[in-house]
């Protein structure tokens, strides 16, 4: 079974500094008054545990699509990842966390918005998992169903950092067994 770490090489965190760059000139974020410098370190570290988290699925010889650095509006996005269990097609998300939710809160945040108004783009399974200087930890995996309850028990709260609203679900929710289970439930190519 391969491990649930993996560390992406400086190349490929330089390649996403440069890409993010033209994320937020071609999406308007600073004429928008976002704030770019938490939108750039946002995106770096999704991007960054999208890759460790493919290279993974790739030692694990599952069958996988994923988004890749995706431009454009929410709307579109997409899940991170479509995998396969018994021959259906499943969404997977990743949720990268802090090193504040990590360590001091225990918690995973989600975008309330996603919450209120579009909970049929929810991944039906979310992985949480925590990456430092590249190096990347998968902590666990959650359902949808799992998920959307521990949501709504939440309550909302505004990231100023972020300039938007979230709710946290508790680290623990997120089964690192499941996760395990689950990677050994995947199709292998």
């Known amino acids: 079974m391969p491990s649930l770490e993996f560390t992406v090489p400086q190349t490929s965190i330089d390649y996403f500094q440069q890409q993010v760059k033209q994320k937020i000139l071609s999406e308007g974020w600073a004429k928008q008054g976002r704030n770019t410098d938490i939108k750039e370190a946002n ?70 918005d996603r919450f209120q108004h579009e909970q049929d783009k929810i991944a039906e399974h979310h992985i949480a998992c925590y990456e430092e200087n590249g190096h990347v930890q998968f902590l666990g995996i959650i359902t949808k169903q799992d998920l959307l309850t521990q949501l709504t028990l939440s309550r909302r709260i505004y990231s100023p950092r972020n300039q938007e609203y979230f709710r946290v679900t508790p680290l623990h929710t997120f089964s690192s067994q499941a996760l395990t289970d689950f990677l050994h439930q995947l199709e292998k190519i």
């Not at 997977?92 to 945040?109: C, W």
């Open 43 to 112: 995106f770096i570290r999704c991007w960054t545990t999208e890759e460790a988290f493919k290279q993974i699925l790739i030692q694990h010889r599952a069958w996988f699509s994923y988004r890749g650095n995706y431009f454009g509006d929410a709307q579109g996005a997409g899940p991170d990842f479509r995998l396969k269990i018994d021959g259906k097609e499943i969404s997977l998300g990743l949720r990268s966390i802090n090193k504040d939710s990590l360590q001091k809160y225990k918690t995973v945040a989600y975008p309330d």
